[in-house]
């Protein structure tokens, strides 16, 4: 008697899957992989963009920069320093662990003399993002004093 049956075993069908299997994990580790640094880009250029949006009410105006940024984020920070985000770096108004810890004073040198001192460090998930050699942004305007001719 010949054996006329179409189709596949049982152990071909089990391999079959199983090879299906290790391709969907490999190609799922990869995208969600690829997912991750995208996201963390995405974060990271938001962050800089939020930094020069900072920058940009502080160069303009030193002197009042606390009420510029108060209207930026329309918020009162008089009793904080620290502006804070979600988790793609947009702006929030309550407490989050994604902000930026400003440090702004005026340093006096003279008689109408100093400069104004801006220091940026940004946190993201709690954790203090490093862009360069340094943890955190400093920019600093001299205001004042004697110009040489």
Do not use: W
């Not at 069908?13 to 299997?21: D, M, P, W, Y």
């Not at 606390?66 to 793609?88: G, I, T, V």
């Not at 104004?116 to 001299?142: A, H, M, N, S, W």
């Amino acid at each position: 008697m010949k054996s006329t049956s179409k189709g596949f075993t049982l152990t071909e069908v089990l391999v079959s899957v199983a090879i299906a299997g290790i391709l969907v994990v490999a190609v799922a580790t990869f995208f969600i992989r690829y997912q991750r640094l995208n996201n963390r880009f995405l974060v990271k250029e938001n962050m800089l963009t939020e930094i020069e949006n900072v920058y940009e009410l502080y160069t303009g105006s030193p002197a009042s920069f606390p009420e510029n940024l108060n209207k930026y984020f329309d918020l009162d920070l008089a009793s904080s320093d620290k502006l804070y985000y979600d988790s793609n770096f947009q702006k929030r108004a309550t407490a989050s662990k994604n902000y930026l810890e400003l440090e702004y004073g005026y340093i006096e040198y003279g008689y109408n003399e100093g400069k104004y001192r801006l220091k940026i460090t940004p946190y993201y998930q709690g954790e203090i993002v490093t862009f360069t050699d340094k943890t955190y942004f400093l920019r600093e305007i001299r205001v004042g004093g004697q110009n040489e001719e």
